[in-house]
């Protein structure tokens, strides 16, 4: 069997065989496992993976899963392809962004038709005494960047937009 799992915006790809009476292969992204299966109770599992032992418990609710590892705690969202594709789609529309409070900008780093990555910084704001690097909230293109360096911007001013 096939599965598709993400971590924030990564898509991992597990595929599962079932090699004997609680007995599995197990491929992330192609690195095969060996994995046994011990049930302890309805909620708590051994898991032996490659040699290496895990106390695995699971608890679940209509929105996600609790799962404890060795005591430490994985949540995992349940969330449909369509809702995944949404969220996709919303990420990646034009993004205005604003400033909140009046600054000058002291230096542009991306210019319009510049690619820029997420969280990459397109302009160096001073407010208040400090520089604040802004940066972009997704992947895209600058599709407008209405100031340049030295000007004076006012709180509530579209600094550059993002598609």
Do not use: C
């Not at 309805?42 to 608890?59: C, H, P, S």
């Not at 990459?120 to 005494?129: R, Y």
């Not at 909230?137 to 209405?146: A, D, H, T």
């Amino acid at each position: 069997m096939n599965y598709s799992f993400w971590l924030g915006q990564k898509e991992f790809k597990v595929s599962l065989e079932e090699m004997g009476r609680s007995a599995f292969r197990i491929a992330v992204d192609e690195k095969p496992f060996d994995v046994s299966v011990e049930f302890i109770g309805q909620d708590e599992l051994l898991l032996n993976i490659d040699g290496k032992i895990f106390n695995v418990t699971i608890n679940s609710n209509s929105l996600s899963h609790s799962v404890f590892v060795n005591g430490r705690l994985f949540r995992v969202e349940k969330r449909s392809v369509l809702k995944i594709l949404k969220e996709e789609k919303a990420r990646l529309k034009k993004k205005d962004i604003k400033i909140t409070m009046p600054g000058r900008v002291v230096q542009v780093l991306a210019a319009e038709g510049d690619e820029v990555r997420e969280g990459e910084a397109v302009l160096v704001l001073e407010a208040m005494k400090m520089q604040n690097e802004i940066k972009s909230p997704q992947v895209g293109k600058i599709v407008r960047m209405n100031f340049k360096a030295g000007d004076y911007v006012e709180a509530g001013s579209i600094l550059f937009s993002v598609e």
